[in-house]
């Protein structure tokens, strides 16, 4: 019987530490581009438990498939994970979520590849709980920020395409005006996880713009 248990117990361990694991690849579309381009994360699993497994489930269930990256601004940031984007009239777009809101898991800093569950400003959210299915990840350390947002997880590779979104001629709402697409969001084990394609060159440098996130 405790050698059943403990083969139960180590068999355990083992599925977790597996699921600790897990990456996820980002599949994106930009524009007309027919080249897919891919990013890859890894999560921070024993901080942000509660918000790592909701992007999880939301990236099983392909919610985020369609959706659209609907602010950037250049070397700073850009953001995505609203189901309002799949459509066409971007008057709403940032304000979605998925219909509920997560606790906050605020623990590490705004690091550079840092990613982070969107919110509400403390006036209207002074418990800073987190939008459901929104997250921004940066592309530049953003210290102003620490302590204020659930970061969850942070970029493998892949920060040169980011950048690269992050460049695109954008709307008066900092939407990108050339459609960025999620077509997939994979999770698996980080051992499958492919290798880095070979990076591109890098675009031509932007103008700073001024910016608020939410």
Known sequence: MKKLLLTACVAATALSAVRADDVALLTLKVGKDKTPKQVAIEFYEGDAPQTVENFKKLARKKFYNGQAFHRVFP???????????KGKDRAKVGTGGPGYTLPPEI?????????????????????????????????????????????????????????????????????????????????MPREKLPAQPVPGPPPAPAKKRWYQIF
């Open 75 to 85: 070397d700073t940031l850009v953001q995505t994970g609203d189901p309002l984007s």
């Open 107 to 187: 623990h590490h800093k705004h690091t550079k590849g840092a990613i982070a569950a969107g919110r509400l400003p403390d006036k209207i959210n002074p418990g800073r709980l987190s939008n459901g299915s929104q997250f921004l990840i940066c592309l530049a350390p953003m210290p102003s920020y620490d302590g204020q947002y659930t970061v969850f997880g942070n970029v493998i590779w892949g920060l040169d395409t980011l950048n690269a979104i992050s460049e695109l001629p954008v709307d008066t709402n900092d939407n990108p005006v050339q459609r960025v697409e999620i077509k997939s969001i994979k999770v």
